[in-house]
């Protein structure tokens, strides 16, 4: 439907339905408007954004029953807003006051505090709670090399992969694998090679307690986890792990002291200002 066909839809629905008549014309129109009740607009460019790739018999529905609930929600608001409720005032207005409370803190945490933790404070609060870093998962270093089951020389990347020999793995799985992941400088979960490999969570925790090197395989492809370095579940975690944690504890805190002391210090420089009058 065109766009002048869509706009007359819409102003006789401005007649039949709203009935706003001849003496809502008489009103200076807001640019792009359609309809207009108590002040509230509802612009075309809505209404036609409705109607895309409709026929005109859906297109006039889709629009009334949209301007229906639209009139009908700024009506019962009007009117509800008509009735004085103190109760609802206060709710308001702390709402409000909430809202600029929280920005304002916001903007005063994003560009005063200091966000950097120091070393020093991760290891001690690591040392000082060692209970609190505890890992519910194992997490491990190492790589995963994704190979189809017919594969040539598959002992031999068993072999390489446990030195590891890198130079060869690399040569190796440059002409066979089907995937490839080194991942030794950083940790992944087993929830995180659970998405890489076709294994139990509870059989893949049992493997990585007796050995550094897991195959498993499917109907079309085998897959070698080499571990080179390891924490299982249930153990504490390696502090450059739990250094993420650490901060976010840090920063908690500090965020809650920052705050206090700047509400002290309004309220300091409040009563030095003698802005705050006390009555006797």
């Known amino acids: 439907m065109n766009f002048m066909r869509k706009t007359g839809i819409i102003i006789a629905l401005l007649a039949s339905f709203l009935l706003v008549g001849c003496t809502a014309f008489e009103k200076k129109q807001q640019a792009g408007a ?27 529905r889709v629009v009334q029953q949209y301007v229906s609930q639209w009139a009908k929600d700024i009506l019962v608001y009007d009117n509800a807003k ?26 005063l945490v994003e560009r005063r505090m200091p966000k950097t933790v120091a070393d020093s404070t991760v290891a ?31 002992d031999k990347l068993r072999g390489w992969m446990t030195k590891p020999d890198m130079d060869a793995i690399e040569k190796y799985v440059y002409q066979n694998a089907s995937g490839y992941e080194l991942f030794t400088d950083k940790w992944l979960t087993t929830t995180e090679l659970l998405a890489k490999m076709p294994v139990e969570r509870a059989e893949l925790e049992t493997r990585l307690k007796a050995k550094n090197q897991i195959e498993v395989a499917d109907t079309l492809k085998t897959y070698l986890l080499q571990v080179e370095d390891k924490h299982l579940r249930g153990e504490q975690m390696p502090m450059e792990y739990a250094r993420p944690q650490i901060e976010k504890m840090v920063l908690s805190a500090r965020q809650v002291e920052f705050l206090t002391k700047e509400r002290e210090r309004l309220y300091n420089e409040a009563i030095q200002n003698q802005k705050i009058h006390f009555y006797e």
């Open 34 to 60: 359609a309809v207009e009740l108590n002040g509230q607009y509802l612009y075309r460019s809505t209404l036609d954004s409705l109607t895309l790739g409709l026929d005109p018999e859906d297109s006039t």
């Open 124 to 154: 001690q609060l690591y040392a000082q709670m060692p209970d609190r870093f505890t890992l519910d998962e194992s997490i491990v270093k190492g790589m995963l090399v994704v190979i189809p089951n017919d594969a040539p020389k598959i």
């Open 82 to 107: 008509a009735r004085p409720n103190e109760a609802i005032e206060r709710l308001v207005e702390d709402y409000r006051r909430a809202l600029y409370v929280h920005a304002y803190e916001e903007y």
